[in-house]
């Protein structure tokens, strides 16, 4: 059996660093130290006491043994682990101290090391303890001859009190306030601006209750949401043993219970509200119908105010059809773009430059075509500084659809040509592949003919070359079968009837 | 209407608002000024509901009164809460004496539209003004931003908040559309947008002059609802990703859509999907602190988050490719991206094989999750076989078995919520109004 040394000190960390530094001196391995605190509490087995001609004699502790070099790392560590309960930290922490100072100075650097390790564990739980106690502390307020005094009473896990002591003070820096605790009081005086220790208290040294802890259960009551029930996640943070300091906590298995009939109510009460108060189909459209009348200049004032559908809210104005009411042509693209949302006017961006150089290929006179969109307003999404267009979806092609019907029955056009899906779904009243009738003449709403063909945008969206330059070849081709357009108008026919096609 | 009652219903009107953190700010206390209050750096959570979120702050409407009409919200003009108001000096007396007897943090106030968006932010910032300057409060203050509002009450919130905040509410413009007509994404982003030049401004001046202003030192954050439309995984990260690179957000909070009184058919009323949240907040670190890239965490075939594994395992199963990873020689990036392994245990291991090389003792005293993290990584003293990697079945063998399925079950389940045998789906189907 090797020869073993009983360190005895006070407890506290200053007088374990005073008796390991002589420990040190004297050349005391780590497995020889038998450290006792001032509580006489033996920490190695009353069997394994050494016989005496066996002790390794000690300097004296107070004789100034040159200091060992250890990093400032160690020594704030030390200080933590040493506020942990666990009596065998003082075995860890010397021998951690002869490890550093025998060969192995980056000791720390080693965060798998099995002493580095330990240590960080009970710092961790040190500093979990003092967050804790910030977290968890109530004070109650008891009322005194020299003004409100704030009384807490908590029980910490390991011994915090002090280090915890300034945060208090720094917090409450107005407020006369005590912290009890049974191992160790705090008390902070605001005259005289002092923090003051005392020996332990108990429970019933701090006040019984305080009346804002009622309002403070109300609140606790009711921020709490019933239909997302995760207790784990709540005991993980606020562990039970915490529970009897805290006012709120009573208030837990009650909300518990009445958790699922709660959310079971609210289903059910919603559920009769909404099959009540569920708006009718006509309702929004309702809100916007275009006047009965064939003047497009009155139409184009009354659609201004459209809220048929959401789009006007994001939308700068409403992009009305613009061009003669005796025109023989419709030609309808799908909604404005960025350009045509500011400046109020259809096709006269990229997509509007890119549509005019085609109809002049073709031979077709722009200001003799009324030209217009399925939908009036323009719809897009945020992209950064950039508005990007977005397709609009069926509700929003169906609420602006009265729009062009109305267009549609002031000008009796015999062809309309609708550029790119969204027209021809909004003109023939049902969806269809522009890739499969392209060029084709189809049956149209008022007996005209509906021809259809892609949207300008399409050919904006290929790279320039060869490729691009045919498809612009055909899109005019397309084009120039508005040529064989008859002069006679079709038949009359009632404004608001349903479309041929459908 | 007393207080207890108001304080009740304006809480209650509250709690759909994910965040309650009172972190990020600068450290300051009441020891000079004699006043009331102190921030750390980390905030501190001082109570925990049954419902897993903690109580850091007073998290209040100043009026649940509203003139919109957001179908999610429970406070929308349509619904039929009862409805309260507090003074600005009810407020107060409340931060003060909860703040006393250490119940909270600070104060997170929000408020329903009354009158305009002007006037609404006026009271709200009358709040923040006396908490600060009558009675020297050095808490935490977030205060929740009308985006309609001047310019000049925005400023002055800055000044006396810790944090701001704008909800964007929904991921996408359509979802805005379909369910908060009144709210304008574009504008909410140009809101967000000034919020941060006002940011970045008051950071750059306290460079040269400390004494300078501050403007809302603990950043700005947002929340979008998930769940309330059919929007995908994909695109709700997106749009996160972006505003975290746009708007220089501290955080983006997800909310489980849940059900709440009185809400409107539109809606699905099912259980909040719970893990859904608990993925996309997963997903939301890896963007932030893992190095992952926005398109990477889900696929064209599948733009929602696997919902049985977290998205870093899914994302390893899916690039096998790229392991075993050897923890020996690895550089960081790498590391981070093997299952198991955050980040505080990435440094660690990078520490550790300075000195000696890292073996499985190792990675079990730093808590490793081995059987999470073996089949993907090489030591000294484990080699994976390839075939091992390559097994279709490897998928299997980390999924829970069905009765684990729900992450949170061990609360009680509310029983008329419960989709039997599984976690709410993933796209909740919306009610036939919403087709289009």
């Known amino acids: 059996m090797p020869a073993s040394a009983p360190?005895?000190?006070?407890?506290?960390?200053?007088?374990?660093?005073?008796?390991?530094?002589?420990?040190?001196?004297?050349?005391?391995?780590?497995?020889?130290?038998?450290?006792?605190?001032?509580?006489?509490?033996?920490?190695?087995?009353?069997?394994?006491?050494?016989?005496?001609?066996?002790?390794?004699?000690?300097?004296?502790?107070?004789?100034?043994?040159?200091?060992?070099?250890?990093?400032?790392?160690f020594l704030d560590l030390a200080e933590d682990v040493a506020r942990h309960r666990d009596p065998a930290r003082w075995p860890l922490l010397y021998r951690a101290l002869w490890r550093l100072t025998h060969g192995e100075p980056h000791l720390l650097a080693n965060p798998a090391d099995v002493d580095t390790h330990a240590l960080h564990t009970l710092a961790k739980a040190v500093h979990r303890d003092i967050h804790k106690m910030r977290?968890?502390?109530?004070?109650?307020?008891?009322?005194?001859?020299?003004?409100?005094?704030?009384?807490?009473?908590?029980?910490?896990?390991?011994?915090?009190?002090?280090?915890?002591?300034?945060?208090?003070?720094?917090?409450?820096?107005?407020?006369?306030?005590?912290?009890?605790?049974?191992?160790?009081?705090?008390?902070?005086?605001?005259?005289?601006?002092?923090?003051?220790?005392?020996?332990?208290?108990?429970?019933?040294?701090?006040?019984a209750d305080d009346a804002a802890e009622d309002l403070w259960r109300t609140y606790y009551a009711s921020i709490f949401n019933p239909a997302r029930v995760k207790v784990d996640a709540m005991l993980a943070e606020m562990p039970r043993h915490y529970w009897k300091n805290l006012p709120e906590a009573a208030l837990i298995p009650r909300l518990l219970a009445e958790a699922a009939p709660r959310v079971q109510r609210m289903v059910a009460r919603s559920a009769e509200q909404s099959a009540a108060a569920a708006p009718t189909p006509g309702e929004l459209e309702g809100r916007a119908r275009p006047p009965a009348t064939g003047d497009l200049a009155i139409l184009a004032e009354a659609a201004a105010s459209c809220h048929a559908c959401p789009l006007w809210r994001a939308a700068t104005c409403t992009v009305f059809g613009e061009g003669p009411r005796e025109a023989c042509i419709v030609l309808v693209g799908e909604q404005p773009g960025d350009h045509e949302d500011r400046v109020g006017k259809p096709f006269v961006g990229p997509a509007g430059r890119l549509l005019d150089r085609a109809l002049a290929a073709a031979g077709?006179?722009?200001?003799?075509?009324?030209?217009?969109?399925?939908?009036?307003?323009?719809?897009?999404?945020?992209?950064?500084?950039?508005?990007?267009?977005?397709?609009?979806?069926?509700?929003?092609?169906?609420?602006?659809?009265?729009?062009?019907?109305?267009?549609?029955?002031?000008?009796?056009?015999?062809?309309?040509?609708?550029?790119?899906?969204?027209?021809?779904?909004?003109?023939?009243?049902?969806?269809?592949?522009?890739?499969?009738?392209?060029?084709?003449?189809?049956?149209?709403?008022?007996?005209?003919?509906?021809?259809?063909?892609?949207?300008?945008?399409?050919?904006?969206?290929?790279?320039?070359?060869?490729?691009?330059?045919?498809?612009?070849?055909?899109?005019?081709?397309?084009?120039?079968?508005?040529?064989?357009?008859?002069?006679?108008?079709?038949?009359?026919?009632?404004?608001?009837?349903?479309?041929a096609s459908t | 209407m007393d207080l207890p009652q108001k304080l009740s219903v304006l809480a209650d009107a509250a709690k759909y608002d994910a965040s309650c953190a009172s972190s990020g700010t600068t450290a300051r206390n009441a020891r000079a000024s004699g006043g009331l209050g102190s921030t750390t750096g980390s905030g501190i959570c001082h109570s925990y509901t049954p419902d897993g979120r903690c109580v850091s702050l007073l998290k209040i409407l100043l009026t649940n009164y509203c003139i919109y009409d957001c179908l999610y919200c429970i406070n929308r003009v349509s619904s039929d809460v009862r409805r309260a108001r507090f003074t600005p000096d009810e407020v107060v007396r409340l931060t003060l004496d909860f703040y006393k007897r250490n119940y909270i943090e600070g104060l997170f106030l929000s408020s329903g539209i009354i009158r305009n968006p002007d006037y609404t932010m006026e009271q709200v910032v009358a709040v923040a003004r006396k908490l600060r300057?009558?009675?020297?409060?050095?808490?935490?203050?977030?205060?929740?931003?009308?985006?309609?509002?001047?310019?000049?009450?925005?400023?002055?919130?800055?000044?006396?908040?810790?944090?701001?905040?704008?909800?964007?509410?929904?991921?996408?413009?359509?979802?805005?559309?379909?369910?908060?007509?009144?709210?304008?994404?574009?504008?909410?982003?140009?809101?967000?947008?000034?919020?941060?030049?006002?940011?970045?401004?008051?950071?750059?001046?306290?460079?040269?002059?400390?004494?300078?202003?501050?403007?809302?030192?603990?950043?700005?954050?947002?929340?979008?609802?998930?769940?309330?439309?059919?929007?995908?995984?994909?695109?709700?990260?997106?749009?996160?990703?972006?505003?975290?690179?746009?708007?220089?957000?501290?955080?983006?909070?997800?909310?489980?859509?849940?059900?709440?009184?009185?809400?409107?058919?539109?809606?699905?009323?099912?259980?909040?999907?719970?893990?859904?949240?608990?993925?996309?907040?997963?997903?939301?670190?890896?963007?932030?602190?893992?190095?992952?890239?926005?398109?990477?965490?889900?696929?064209?075939?599948?733009p929602n988050l696997d919902l049985q594994l977290d998205p870093k395992l899914a994302w390893a199963l899916r690039h096998r490719e790229h392991f075993p990873v050897n923890l020996n020689t690895a550089p960081r990036p790498f590391l981070l991206r093997v299952p198991g392994l955050g980040v505080k245990t990435v440094d660690k291991i990078l520490a550790a094989r300075r000195w000696h090389p890292v073996r499985l003792a190792d990675l079990l005293r730093l808590k490793v999750p081995l059987k999470k993290a073996l089949p993907f990584i090489e030591t000294p003293d484990h080699r994976p076989g390839l075939r091992e990697l390559e097994d279709p079945a490897l998928r299997a063998r980390f999924v829970p078995p069905p009765k684990q399925l729900d992450l949170f079950a061990d609360g009680p389940t509310p029983p008329a919520l419960a989709t039997p045998g599984s976690e709410p789906p993933p796209v909740p189907t919306a009610p036939p109004s919403l087709e289009f």
């Open chain 2, 133 to 302: 300057l009558e009675h020297k409060f050095h808490g935490y203050i977030h205060l929740k931003t009308i985006p309609e509002a001047s310019q000049a009450l925005i400023d002055e919130a800055g000044r006396y908040a810790d944090r701001i905040s704008i909800n964007i509410e929904l991921p996408t413009a359509t979802d805005l559309e379909r369910l908060a007509p009144e709210k304008n994404g574009e504008r909410i982003e140009r809101a967000m947008g000034a919020i941060r030049e006002r940011i970045e401004a008051s950071k750059e001046d306290r460079k040269t002059s400390p004494k300078a202003p501050g403007f809302a030192p603990g950043g700005q954050s947002t929340q979008m609802i998930v769940g309330a439309t059919p929007t995908s995984d994909a695109e709700i990260l997106r749009r996160a990703d972006g505003l975290y690179q746009r708007q220089g957000l501290r955080r983006v909070y997800y909310s489980a859509f849940s059900p709440i009184p009185s809400a409107s058919g539109k809606l699905p009323l099912v259980a909040p999907p719970l893990v859904r949240e608990h993925r996309l907040y997963q997903a939301d670190w890896l963007l932030r602190f893992y190095g992952f890239g926005v398109e990477e965490l889900t696929t064209p075939a599948q």
């Open chain 1, 135 to 207: 977290a968890f502390v109530r004070f109650r307020e008891r009322a005194t001859e020299a003004g409100p005094w704030f009384v807490a009473w908590f029980e910490p896990q390991h011994h915090i009190v002090e280090a915890n002591a300034p945060f208090f003070r720094d917090r409450f820096a107005s407020l006369r306030w005590s912290i009890l605790t049974p191992g160790r009081c705090v008390h902070w005086d605001p005259d005289s601006r002092s923090l003051r220790f005392t020996p332990g208290a108990s429970r019933a040294d701090a006040p």
């Open chain 1, 364 to 499: 077709i006179e722009r200001s003799a075509c009324y030209v217009t969109n399925a939908v009036k307003h323009f719809k897009w999404e945020p992209r950064g500084k950039r508005r990007l267009h977005a397709t609009p979806n069926a509700r929003e092609i169906a609420a602006c659809r009265p729009w062009l019907e109305a267009e549609l029955a002031a000008i009796r056009p015999g062809l309309i040509v609708c550029l790119g899906a969204t027209a021809a779904q909004s003109v023939l009243g049902h969806a269809l592949r522009v890739t499969e009738e392209r060029g084709k003449k189809l049956p149209g709403p008022f007996g005209a003919s509906a021809l259809i063909t892609v949207h300008p945008s399409a050919l904006l969206r290929l790279p320039a070359g060869i490729e691009a330059e045919a498809e612009f070849q055909r899109f005019v081709a397309d084009l120039r079968q508005i040529r064989e357009v008859p002069d006679a108008r079709p038949s009359e026919q009632l404004p608001g009837s349903p479309p």
């Open chain 1, 7 to 73: 360190l005895h000190f006070d407890g506290s960390f200053a007088d374990w660093k005073r008796v390991a530094r002589a420990a040190l001196a004297s050349g005391v391995a780590p497995q020889q130290a038998h450290w006792r605190d001032a509580g006489a509490a033996q920490i190695e087995l009353a069997l394994d006491a050494p016989a005496p001609e066996r002790i390794v004699p000690l300097a004296d502790p107070d004789l100034a043994a040159p200091s060992p070099r250890v990093p400032r790392a």
